[in-house]
């Protein structure tokens, strides 16, 4: 996702127009996969630090 949203943002400098509706589509996708990966990182740590086990 990140690539395709390189491209289209260089395409988009290259031929001086905005962002199209794709790029905008692939951040939303982007950020709400990110939510369950950042949640996954901080239970890891919270493993690390609190030890429960």
């Known amino acids: 996702m990140q ?3 390189r491209d289209l943002a260089r395409k988009a400098v290259e031929q ?3 962002l ?3 790029y905008f ?3 939303h996708r982007w950020f709400w996969f990110g939510i369950p ?3 996954s ?3 890891i ?4 630090v ?3 086990l």
């Open 45 to 48: 740590l919270w493993l690390m």
């Open 16 to 18: 001086n127009l905005g």
């Open 20 to 22: 199209p509706s794709r």
């Open 50 to 52: 609190a030890k429960p």
């Open 3 to 5: 690539t395709e949203m």
């Open 25 to 27: 589509a692939l951040f």
């Open 41 to 43: 990182v901080m239970a």
């Open 37 to 39: 990966g950042f949640g």
